[in-house]
């Protein structure tokens, strides 16, 4: 297939992700976190099987795939929490740009202090200005434990330990296969975390609740996913996750289509400032 084939399906599944953030934040209204995040993951073991089927890889879990999956699961677990508690107090919109701007931020962090790595000037520069612009997205002077900012950060956090994790698990782990048994592995969690919730309160709800479970568990994460690990064995990693760029602008964009929220002035221009750090970054890394 044409390389330009690969490129649209990556802008669609940057679309899928980015709107995630307002069909989250619909979620919110309605029930707790336990529960609908008990049924999201559920659900995502269902919408894996057939992709599982086309791919048609033989399933293996052994103690060496436990050792990434449980951990992933865990991570998984909490990144849902801080991101439903997020955007219960805050703009799904702003949540998408912090998280997907400042994780990539933390992710080079982490990989240069876990590895002792001494990067070059350019991604020293590129840090900075991307730290800066998450300084601004997160009002620092205004950040407190409960604010909707604090939950963005950390989920970007959990995200970026979680990256590292996921790279590495490539070795001994068909990515698929990674997210598949990350899925019952969080479906098991939640069971337990939300059965003291009224686990049944779904059957309650509307078709808009329906709906916007439906697309985070199917379209938000078990197709957008798979697209972009198939788009980057054909593309290379460098290049398909330069398109993660887009998911911010598709978050503020379906958040102000759907929720009516509007940009937030300190979202726009951290956002902008951290966009700008990353592709300093990632210049560099495809020079070395």
């Given amino acids: 297939m044409p390389s330009n084939y690969f490129t649209y399906l990556l802008i669609f599944a940057m679309f899928l992700w980015g709107a995630g953030w307002p069909a989250l934040k619909v979620l919110t209204y309605e029930l707790p976190v336990e529960v609908v995040s008990f049924w999201r993951f559920f659900l995502m073991i269902f919408a894996f099987l057939p992709i599982l089927y086309f791919f048609k890889k033989p399933l293996r879990l052994n103690l060496k795939t436990l050792y990434y999956v449980l951990p992933s699961a865990i991570l998984n677990v909490l990144f849902m929490i801080f991101a439903f508690l997020g955007v219960q107090k805050g703009f799904a919109g702003s949540g998408g740009v912090i998280i997907t701007t400042l994780s990539p931020i933390l992710t080079f962090i982490l990989v240069s202090l876990v590895f002792r790595k001494h990067p070059p000037k350019m991604q020293i520069i590129g840090l900075i200005i991307g730290f800066v612009g998450g300084m601004v997205?997160?009002?620092?002077?205004?950040?407190?434990?409960?604010?909707?900012?604090?939950?963005?950060?950390?989920?970007?956090?959990?995200?970026?330990?979680?990256?590292?994790?996921?790279?590495?698990?490539?070795?001994?782990?068909?990515?698929?296969?990674?997210?598949?048994?990350?899925?019952?592995?969080?479906?098991?969690?939640?069971?337990?975390?939300?059965?003291?919730?009224?686990?049944?309160?779904?059957?309650?709800?509307?078709?808009?609740?329906?709906?916007?479970?439906?697309?985070?568990?199917i379209f938000g994460q078990t197709i957008a996913t798979t697209i972009f690990f198939i788009a980057s064995g054909k593309l290379g990693s460098a290049q398909a996750s330069s398109f993660m760029f887009l998911v911010p602008l598709f978050a503020l964009l379906t958040s102000f289509i759907l929720l009516g929220e509007h940009v937030e002035t300190h979202i726009l221009i951290g956002g902008g400032i951290t966009i700008l750090g990353l592709y300093l970054i990632n210049r560099s890394q495809r020079s070395l």
């Fill in 137 to 217: 997205m997160l009002k620092v002077s205004n950040l407190h434990f409960n604010g909707a900012e604090f939950y963005f950060f950390l989920c970007a956090l959990v995200w970026a330990i979680l990256t590292l994790i996921s790279q590495r698990s490539h070795a001994v782990v068909h990515p698929i296969h990674y997210s598949f048994y990350i899925a019952i592995v969080a479906t098991v969690i939640f069971f337990f975390i939300a059965l003291p919730h009224d686990i049944l309160a779904v059957t309650t709800q509307g078709p808009k609740f329906w709906a916007g479970l439906l697309y985070l568990a």
